[in-house]
């Protein structure tokens, strides 16, 4: 009896030192919805099971706790391998920090040249590649085809920012309400100001400014696209009362037919059908998307084919597991990709991956940010919470006039400095 004890715990102490011995890999992500948790965990079986030392284990947290918690995570001994990322200004900072890994010796050609160029420039800190990119969204305007027909307006033909002031006198002069915005808040008004920086100066406008650049924010293609706003918010283009209006009740207010045009990004394609009063929305006959116009005289060239979005993925942090990066991989790979395409849970950003989509409006927006030149986060995001809540502010306020672009600018560059 003693003997079959101690063999006993003999096997115990064995199995419990393989069990130590097993290299583990955390991965920590914001709470995603119930179909994406699914693949994860299909992932991350499939790795197990060609890597049976690994233990992969996932961890969700919701949204707002885990931009608390993580910060005081990274500067623990309990931090995770791999975390979800906004990538911007807060990666730049990890990475200053020392929190991240460069894993830019970790990836084979083959691996790298399956993601565009502009989505591992978002994971990139001074040269090091901290990440690996998930997906990423793009703000279009969603566009209500029978209220553009019936206004006589040709969507397809807005190319460029003037093209667009155009249509907005007919449709105004038709009796049709040309754009429809959440202007409570904020953040949707900001979608303008950026991409017409964007366009004014380059796709390096708003690096350039973080650098300190032509007078930072202050510089020339800041100023003029508040002054190109303006002409836009001087034709009175919105709903009446937009600035009492949330994103929410403006989404659902484009899906029954209330204004002809929409600036969001993808994401709203089924949000805003269930926000719409017959909970069904516009038929995907009556909608199409654009992108943003170009304008015709820009401060700097370059930034016609640039793109305004959220560029989600994955951080690797500095004392990261050996297989963490193999792992990333393996999770990123076309096949996986793919099959998220297939169903519906996100626009993969792995190349070619985007053709398993379904949506032709999805397949649009893979389609624009493969071909992108450069894929802004979005400002708000990409420039730090304080700086963003700032240009979230400057773009409501230039929307009602009560400060000149000049202002506007200057209060922005002003922000960035007291950071």
Known sequence: MKLFVKTALLASAAWGTAAMAQEEIRVLRVQPSDPEQAFYARV???YEAQNPDVDVVFEYIANEAYKSKLPTLLQSDARPDIFY??????????AEAGFLKDISGELSDEVRSTFPDAALTAYTVDGA??????????????VNTALTEEAGVDHTAIKTWDDLLAAVQTMKDAGVTPIVVGGQDKWPLHFYWS???LREGGAE????????EDGGFEAEPFVAAGEEFQKLTEMEPFQPGFMGTTYETASGMFADGKGALHLM?????????????SGEGLPDDQMAIISFPAVSDPVAEGGDSATLGGMNGWAVTSDATDGAVDFLTFLL??????????EGIFIP?????GEALENPFFQQVAQDIAAASYHQIFLDQFLGASVGATVNDISADLAQGVITPEEAAAQVEEAWQFR
Do not use: C
């Open 44 to 46: 991350e079986a499939a």
């Open 265 to 277: 990004g993808d994401w709203d394609y089924l949000p805003m059908r269930g926000r719409s009063q």
């Open 349 to 353: 950003i792995v190349k070619g991956a």
């Open 85 to 94: 990322s906004w990538a911007g200004q807060t990666l730049v900072e990890q």
């Open 195 to 197: 991409y017409l920086a």
């Open 129 to 142: 590649l901290h990440g690996l990119p998930l997906y990423a969204t793009e703000v279009v305007f969603w």
């Open 333 to 342: 790979n076309r096949d996986h990709q793919e099959e998220v395409a297939r």
């Open 205 to 212: 406008v708003v690096t350039a400014a973080m650098n300190g």
